[in-house]
């Protein structure tokens, strides 16, 4: 089954208004060079939230979308700090990361990602669901339990409508391979790509085919050709080699062109 590929940017807490602009610039100029590779791939950033609103003036609703690393399970109301689905809506933005490895470690529980990617599809938002085990959880050979429970507490929450079903992006990032240097190698994201596709159309039926899921974890261009090649790997959620636009442009680069 053919999907659009999608590469995510996750710039994490990198950038100030003027250099995120210029960042963003430097993608745009990119993309415009390969309009015909932006027919099957599609490109998102998700810079920090203090540079939303500035990007957003400059990019409009063009190639290249906006998102957001997180968002709060609340509408609006009394939440210090947070930020809901209809200020990221506000801002430009379509997609939202969700459940972050970096956000699961102060604590975001199962439970807290699911009900987020509830929030982010009642906002109208595309929520991008993070899963993966850690170093740990690998070694004692528990990563697919983990995995399960991690989609299972998701589950319930996935709206019935069929749109917002295939919508859905699901992306399995290692923990051990994020920021690390160290990429998964391509027979566990293999396996780990085909159990959670399994995961998906057991429960989703037709729907869960269409879902995207996506490799996240020291993706760069020296391996995204062999990873973006893989069976069932849509895309990627791309941390420190965003931060470049040569790099970021040079992963998009490596898309294969069947998608
Ligand atoms: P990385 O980060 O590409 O720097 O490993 C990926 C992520 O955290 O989404």
């Given at each position: ?8 940017g996750n710039w ?12 963003a610039d430097g ?233």
């Amino acid at each position: 089954m053919r999907r659009r590929a999608l590469i995510v940017g996750n710039w994490k807490m990198n950038g100030l208004i003027e250099p995120a602009c210029d960042l963003a610039d430097g993608i745009l100029f990119g993309l415009g060079q390969r309009a015909d590779r932006m027919l099957h791939c599609e490109v998102v950033i998700c810079p920090p939230a203090t540079a939303l609103h500035a990007l957003h003036q400059r990019l409009g609703s063009g190639t290249l979308k906006l998102g957001g690393q997180n968002l709060s399970e609340h509408e609006s109301g009394p939440h210090t700090g947070e930020l809901c689905g209809i200020m990221l809506r506000n801002v430009g933005c379509w997609y939202v990361i969700v459940g972050h490895s970096e956000r699961r470690a102060s604590g975001e529980g199962n439970e807290v990602v699911g009900r987020k990617m509830a929030a982010a599809f009642r906002d109208g938002l595309t929520p991008i669901v993070c899963v993966g085990e850690s170093l740990d959880e690998r070694e004692r050979g528990a990563a697919e339990a983990v995995v399960r429970e991690q989609i299972a507490a998701l589950l319930p929450h996935v709206p019935d409508a069929r749109n917002k079903r295939e919508s859905l992006v699901v992306a399995y990032e290692p923990v051990w391979a994020i920021g690390t240097g160290r990429n998964a190698e391509p027979e566990q994201i293999v396996a780990m790509h085909g159990f959670l596709r399994a995961l998906l159309t057991e429960a989703l039926g037709a729907a869960g085919e269409k879902v995207r899921i996506l490799y996240g974890g020291s993706l760069k261009p020296a391996n995204a050709r062999t990873i973006l090649a893989l069976g069932d790997v849509d895309g990627g959620l791309i941390g420190g080699a965003a931060l470049k636009a040569t790099d970021f442009l040079a992963i998009i680069d490596a898309v294969p062109d069947e998608f």
